[in-house]
């Protein structure tokens, strides 16, 4: 039983890695592939490449702007553009990366219960203390700023997050299994009654 929960957590690991790996690099590679697109439309005079890539592109900065204002001043810009997300998204995405690294080296890693919440509350400390000293003016919040509080809040979720997940793959895998192993002898009781 350990051994089949030790799979699992593997697996759901593997799975939310690669997802997140894919999420944070198409928020960075966004601008720098409209910059290419950009070029690429002026030297082929709008042929169906460059609206195609225009398309694309039009449609991975829609899909961040779902969860981000994608307020072009608070991003950080790569090849003269913005990224697809705000500095303190892109904190809060490379946060979770950092954290889904070094999650497989603590003893937590097939464990389905998370850690005292008083770490999650005082991980979102100083988001909120940039956000309110930016919006009452009592400072200037800055594109770090933004960033590194995001950065320290999705750290700090991942050990949150992927305890749920590991326990909901746990349970699909068991799911999955006893359907397996249900509909296998159903169809070996209608094999032998034929």
Request: hydrophobic share 50%; proline share 4%; charged share 15%.
């Amino acid at each position: 039983m350990e051994a089949r929960r030790h799979r699992t957590a593997v697996l759901a690991y593997a799975v939310v890695f690669i997802i997140c790996v894919l999420w944070t690099g198409a928020a960075v590679l966004t601008p720098v592939f409209e910059a290419g697109v950009v070029s690429k439309a002026t030297t082929m005079a709008k042929q169906d490449g460059g609206l195609l890539g225009w398309m694309g592109l039009a449609a991975l900065r829609g899909m961040y702007h779902f969860v981000c204002h994608q307020i072009p001043e608070r991003s950080f810009w790569i090849d003269g553009r913005p990224m697809a997300v705000c500095a303190r998204c892109f904190g809060i995405y490379s946060g979770c990366l950092l954290g889904l690294l070094i999650y497989p080296l603590s003893s937590r890693f097939a464990e389905v219960e998370n850690p005292p919440r008083v770490w999650l509350i005082l991980s979102l400390v100083p988001v909120g203390v940039d956000f309110l000293g930016g919006y009452l003016g009592v400072f200037q919040n800055t594109d770090i700023s933004r960033a590194i509080t995001g950065l320290i809040a999705g750290f700090a979720a991942v050990f949150y997050v992927m305890p749920g997940l590991v326990a909901t793959a746990a349970n699909i895998v068991l799911a999955v299994n006893s359907l397996w192993r249900t509909g296998r002898r159903s169809y070996v009781r209608a094999a032998t009654n034929i």
